[in-house]
């Protein structure tokens, strides 16, 4: 039995000890947005937080989470990066998406204000096929700009 956090709920979860956190979060605990793409951790399509750190759930053995905090992106929102990725129309297709947003989102804790290359190389480890990265560059970088205060 391992104990942890998801999305700041307390879970208990009696899956195999080496079983990916993928599976007991797609098929255990209903979360869908972390994708599978590759199985390897190399695409970026399921990464995580997991106490602060972006990491591909593919390859996350759920016996290394004990005691720890998972954020998944349905316990993300809001924040400023989904907001940018919507204003910039960053996604295409979506697939890649959660995993950039959940990275992005951790860059931001970060380094409050990157630029666009700390976004690309932050960004380096996730494959986007439809070839929106230069948008999804912008949408990080526009959800670091400090917000203007409004005069109401």
């Not at 295409?92 to 700390?118: K, N, S, W, Y």
């Not at 690309?120 to 670091?144: E, F, K, P, S, W």
């Amino acid at each position: 039995m391992t104990q942890f956090l998801v999305n700041g709920v307390p879970r208990q979860v009696a899956a195999d000890p080496d079983t990916p956190l993928l599976y007991v979060l797609r098929n255990e605990l209903g979360l869908m947005g972390a994708r599978f793409g590759c199985g390897l951790g190399l695409c970026g399509a399921c990464f995580v937080h997991v106490d602060g750190v972006s990491v591909p759930s593919c390859d996350t053995p759920v016996w290394s989470l004990e005691g720890k905090s998972v954020v998944t992106v349905e316990g993300l929102t809001p924040h400023p990066v989904q907001q940018a990725f919507l204003d910039e129309q960053a996604a295409q297709c979506g697939f890649c998406v959660t995993g950039i947003v959940m990275t992005a989102a951790a860059l931001l804790e970060r380094d409050p204000h990157p630029d666009e290359t700390a976004v690309a190389t932050a960004l380096d480890r996730h494959l986007c096929r439809c070839g929106a990265q230069q948008r999804m560059i912008r949408a990080v970088v526009q959800a670091g700009r400090p917000q203007e205060a409004s005069d109401g």
